[in-house]
């Protein structure tokens, strides 16, 4: 192995040394040409320190490419070469010499062509076209979606008692998975009229709705925007679904697992929020005031910046290391709760119950006291006016 990084090294110094000496001799070739000395009078040294820069670029061009060096080394001048109106020189010519611009060149002159713009007008009306056919499609099978699903809940009302005191389970039962399987299927817009129409039915409200997501597994679905007022989530699976700006007004998660759920400026004012796992959730800028989240898990670190939590039941929460940085807690219960760690820079806590909560390493910067019972019982009034 040795021996041959040796002997390569030294033919690639070989090389250069061959390929350096041609564009020398091509260079002095040059100058003579241009300027009619004779190579007899002049060294091949005293020609490169003559010769102009072109003449040196273009030898080391000649040198460095086969078929550059093949049609210097036929016998023909170059001149007669780069110059010449011959047709077949001119073919030559355009391959060879123009070799590294023929692709750019050619490519451009292509693209600007007469031709390919004719043909560009049906390549670009069929792919329109297929497009259009598509978008169309699927707008289609949208609708249609919809429609039988309302199909559906209109045939289990009339014919099963869908709306009756005491429905048919099996009809109960039947609404409900025909809701998540329609959900599933239809885009986020007609999501909204979907729920929109169970909002004004009312098949979602009271203690035995019709309508209800309890144990129901929604995970990544997208539910922006929607009003789900007073819905039931109880016990379901809601791993990394969008609530994001959601209307979620006295809504049951009791139980539920909203892992990395986007509730980013959902409104969640009298939300049962209790014993909810809300890990690694996005709360920044949602309303809590009022909602219950005792016992709820906000493992990792879940942003809760700027947050509402006025009035909120946080009894026990175990906070992990939460973003509150700006959040509003005033007359929040935190009564044992576990904020180790977390962030409350800038945070209101007027009004809130600490009392029993560990505030271990909190960073407690900016933070505003008026009226606050502090763990130890003991009540703040720093900021009050």
Same mark, same amino acid.
């Given at each position: 192995?040795?021996?041959?990084?040796?002997?390569?090294?030294?033919?690639?110094?070989?090389?250069?040394?061959?390929?350096?000496?041609?564009?020398?001799?091509?260079?002095?070739?040059?100058?003579?040409?241009?300027?009619?000395?004779?190579?007899?009078?002049?060294?091949?040294?005293?020609?490169?320190?003559?010769?102009?820069?072109?003449?040196?670029?273009?030898?080391?061009?000649?040198?460095?490419?086969?078929?550059?060096?093949?049609?210097?080394?036929?016998?023909?001048?170059?001149?007669?070469?780069?110059?010449?109106?011959?047709?077949?020189?001119?073919?030559?010519?355009?391959?060879?010499?123009?070799?590294?611009?023929?692709?750019?060149?050619?490519?451009?002159?292509?693209?600007?062509?007469?031709?390919?713009?004719?043909?560009?007008?049906?390549?670009?009306?069929?792919?329109?076209?297929?497009?259009?056919?598509?978008?169309?499609?699927?707008?289609?099978?949208?609708?249609?979606?919809?429609?039988?699903?309302?199909?559906?809940?209109?045939?289990?009302?009339?014919?099963?008692?869908?709306?009756?005191?005491?429905?048919?389970?099996?009809?109960?039962?039947?609404?409900?998975?025909?809701?998540?399987?329609?959900?599933?299927?239809?885009?986020?817009?007609?999501?909204?009229?979907?729920?929109?129409?169970?909002?004004?039915?009312?098949?979602?409200?009271?203690?035995?709705?019709?309508?209800?997501?309890?144990?129901?597994?929604?995970?990544?679905?997208?539910?922006?925007?929607?009003?789900?007022?007073?819905?039931?989530?109880?016990?379901?699976?809601?791993?990394?679904?969008?609530?994001?700006?959601?209307?979620?007004?006295?809504?049951?998660?009791?139980?539920?697992?909203?892992?990395?759920?986007?509730?980013?400026?959902?409104?969640?004012? !009298? *939300?049962? %929020?209790?014993?909810? @796992? /809300?890990?690694?959730? #996005?709360?920044? =800028?949602?309303?809590? +005031?009022? &909602? $219950?989240?005792?016992?709820?898990?906000?493992?990792?670190?879940?942003?809760?910046?700027?947050?509402?939590?006025?009035?909120?039941?946080?009894?026990?929460?175990?906070?992990?290391?939460?973003?509150?940085?700006?959040?509003?807690?005033? !007359? *929040?219960? %935190?009564?044992?709760? @576990? /904020?180790?760690?977390? #962030?409350?820079? =800038?945070?209101?806590? +007027?009004? &809130? $119950?600490?009392?029993?909560?560990?505030?271990?390493?909190?960073?407690?910067?900016?933070?505003?006291?008026?009226?606050?019972?502090?763990?130890?019982?003991?009540?703040?009034?720093?900021?009050?006016?």
């Amino acid at each position: 192995m040795q021996k041959f990084k040796t002997w390569l090294a030294k033919r690639t110094e070989q090389r250069k040394t061959q390929q350096n000496d041609l564009a020398n001799e091509i260079a002095h070739e040059l100058w003579l040409e241009r300027t009619g000395g004779k190579k007899k009078d002049v060294s091949p040294e005293e020609a490169e320190r003559l010769a102009a820069l072109q003449d040196r670029q273009t030898g080391e061009k000649i040198a460095a490419n086969p078929l550059r060096r093949i049609a210097w080394r036929s016998g023909k001048k170059l001149k007669a070469f780069t110059q010449s109106e011959d047709p077949l020189l001119k073919f030559i010519r355009f391959f060879v010499w123009e070799i590294p611009k023929w692709n750019v060149t050619a490519l451009k002159l292509f693209v600007q062509s007469d031709m390919v713009k004719l043909l560009a007008v049906p390549v670009v009306a069929a792919i329109i076209t297929t497009t259009t056919t598509i978008s169309e499609r699927q707008e289609r099978e949208q609708v249609e979606t919809f429609d039988e699903y309302l199909n559906q809940i209109d045939t289990l009302t009339f014919e099963r008692g869908l709306l009756t005191d005491e429905p048919s389970p099996g009809a109960v039962v039947l609404a409900r998975g025909r809701t998540i399987a329609a959900l599933r299927k239809l885009d986020l817009k007609r999501r909204q009229e979907l729920i929109a129409f169970i909002q004004a039915s009312g098949l979602h409200k009271g203690d035995n709705a019709v309508i209800s997501f309890e144990g129901a597994n929604l995970q990544k679905l997208n539910l922006r925007k929607a009003d789900l007022r007073d819905f039931n989530f109880e016990e379901a699976i809601l791993l990394d679904i969008n609530l994001a700006e959601a209307r979620l007004w006295d809504a049951n998660f009791h139980f539920s697992s909203l892992l990395r759920a986007n509730l980013k400026g959902a409104e969640l004012q !009298g *939300a049962n %929020l209790e014993r909810t @796992d /809300l890990a690694l959730a #996005n709360l920044e =800028g949602a309303d809590l +005031s009022g &909602a $219950n989240l005792e016992r709820a898990h906000l493992g990792g670190i879940p942003n809760l910046k700027r947050a509402y939590l006025g009035g909120a039941n946080l009894k026990g929460v175990y906070f992990g290391k939460a973003n509150l940085e700006k959040a509003s807690l005033s !007359g *929040a219960n %935190l009564e044992d709760a @576990d /904020l180790d760690r977390v #962030n409350l820079k =800038g945070a209101d806590l +007027s009004g &809130a $119950n600490l009392e029993g909560a560990s505030l271990r390493e909190v960073n407690l910067k900016g933070v505003q006291y008026c009226n606050t019972i502090m763990p130890d019982g003991n009540i703040r009034n720093d900021d009050c006016k």
